[in-house]
């Protein structure tokens, strides 16, 4: 439908939609409006990607000056899932500016036929004129032409739209060889082998001296057809997923990820991972050509705080500073290499270091050096010159075995047998490192970046293999630069830094405890930026933590025709004996019990499949123990075969898919995984998929963890959230996340089961968000295994049963219902319908 929303005109794919799509493209709206940032929460399977894309999309069309939509996803799957939206909306765009230009070349055509005097004329131009309008009509193409080029000169939507996805080159290389390597470092490694300027330099010469044959110096045969290309490589308007990338850079012979690369300045539309915003390293590869009007979408972005913190933490272990020295004996011998064979190299980047980091370019690598960007540096730093005591090469390697020397002289203290953990500001571990190395701290500041100048100039191809190297100076430049101030991050010494018990493996973590840090440069650089997700509740804390103020705020109800959700608190088990994963009670042998018993009858009663989080892999792995030991197991596989997620990708990956081939089956299947794991976050449990998810536990973060103390700390100094407060709402996000696998339509129907005696408090329990609570009861409150399983089976049977088309329409609003929703300053706009 096409539809006036507060004096915009909203291009909506579908001929229907939910009363929440339409508050929500509001509450957008009202944010653009205000030119400010919003925090949205929108129930899980309601629309909530095709709505923000409708609305975002109308929005550019109908205001000249607005930027590019930058959409952040988690997952290379959500990405290629917004694609498709994406083209379904700007395909039927297309299709309606269409109609609407034909028809108005059909009014212009009778208008001039009136006024010709010719009866005759007059006639026949009239008949054929209405014999076109009524017999005339081009196919439609949204639905089965919707992602590659578009199909028309105008572009998809009519305005010349190109939106584009970017990842990295393991996902986006079409270079056979390459492929064939077994990770990402690998393929990274190949890839710059072939198309770093020292590589093609060297290829151009062997092809030279040896007649046109460049043997021994193979290059991309892509990246050469792109660079060859030039001026030429400009992409069509369209919607291109990763795969339609892949498809149009071979037909054209030309390198995807590095056509992508230059193409962004001219998208309209660009989606890609958290990573390109938020973590400073590789930001600026893709964000710093990004206008200021530009509208930034952080989608399930629930756990935005943090993947803030983690782009600004480093943690180094002894083996990293062990690779370190072995990586810096390299760059030694590297440098003492070139400086016998080619010695100008090494004095040409000594005279570019006399400049300012920006003169001399090395905060602007070229597009296919990216290896190591810039990390975050004061303006003070990016217009002085590099230290002289680090500019010569072998100076500056000298000064990095020093650090390096130090943190391993730190660690041993820590491991040793007077040590312990310790934890420092970052002005008083500079002092200490200061003192007792007779190092500056200015120079600190520059190591990162002078260390990304040397490995350029020496040529490395595998930058993965500096890894540790480059974390040391990452670790480096980061205490010199905040060491000022109040300190915002912690550096904590552990002797013990292994999961394995009993294992011998000191740490030093630099940790941040301001999540606002990574993202304040995007809420002062653009316009609005938009935080969205299912599970956002309590929606009061992100402001915070995030420090800013959005000037919308909503959390939204799920309209729906029947109570497709049916959440469950269980506090007892059959026996009457409460459950709950508190640590004093976990290791009771009658909360073991009652837990299996409660699976067991779970897996009976519900059909197809069953997913069951647990709090911690530990946690997960002792109970299951247990759990065999009693034979609860052997009962289980009874009903449904068992899947377990466990820390190892692969194994998951193949745990999934063999899970959904026996819910496919029908033999039905329960898969154990762990809250926070890549389950958790990633996967939908759809349909049959998933009938039932039950949360064995509060999911709390390990509360003696040295760097979550440190966190706790730093909130309720800085920003007055107390330490209860947030760990709360941390362990209510995760369970939300966690339970809001289980439904991903209105269709759908599915079992949420909160499995602790503690979900029954109030403090609990009204932190979920709002959609949840809609359906969350008295009835369904402090209920034991017995009474629940009733429950169960009276909802099963409910919603077994066909589903009422005519009630699932009453919550779809139509056109009508839409016109009359519209405030009375905007209903005289001309609101159609194009059916679809």
Known sequence: ???????????????????????????LKQTLDAGGHCLLEMPTGTGKTVSLLSLITSYQLAHEGCGKLVYCTRTVPEMNSVMEELGTVLSYREEVLREERERMAMVDMEDAASRLTSPSVDASNGETISNNATTKKRPRVYKNNKLGPAPYNNGAGGSSVLALCLSSRRNMCIHERVLKESDREGIDAACRSMTAPWALEKAKKARQSNGGEASGHETCPYYD??????????????????????????????????LTRQAINHASVLVFNYQYMLDPKVAKMVSKELEAESIIVFDEAHNIDSVCIEALSVTIHERNLEQATRSLGRLSSEVSRIKASDATRLQNEYQNLVNGLIDQGLLDAPPNEVGLASNVLPPDVLNEAVPGNIRRAEHFIAFMKKIVEHLKTRLRTVAGPRGGVISETPLAFLHRMITTTSLEAKPLKFAYTRLASLLRTLQVPNLDDFNSLTDVADFATLVATYSEGPPKFAIIMEPNGSSIPGASDPVIQLACLDSSLAIAPLFKRFGSVIITSGTLSPIDLYPKLLQFEPCVSESFNMSTFRPCIRPLVITRGSDQLPVSTKFDDRGDMGVVRNYGSMLVELCSSIPDGVVAFFTSYSYMESIICEWDGMGILRQLTKSKLVFIETKDVVETTLALDNYRRACDSGRGAVFLSVARGKVSEGINFDRHYGRAVIMFGVPFQYTLSHILRARLEYLQTHYQIREQDFLNFDALRQASQCVGRVIRSKVDYGLMIFADSRYNRHDKRTKLPKWILQFLGDAQLNLSTDTAIAQVKQFLRVMAQPVDQNALKQVLLTLDEVQIMCPPATTSSTIEEVTS
């Open 1 to 27: 439908m096409k539809f006036d929303l507060d004096g915009l005109t909203v291009y909506f794919p579908y001929s229907r939609i939910y009363l929440e799509q339409y508050q929500y493209m509001r509450s």
């Open 225 to 258: 057809g792109f660079q060859s290309a030039g001026e030429a490589t400009s992409m069509p308007s369209g919607v291109y997923d990763l795969e339609e990338l892949k498809k149009w850079g071979k037909s054209k012979n030309w390198c995807p990820y590095y």
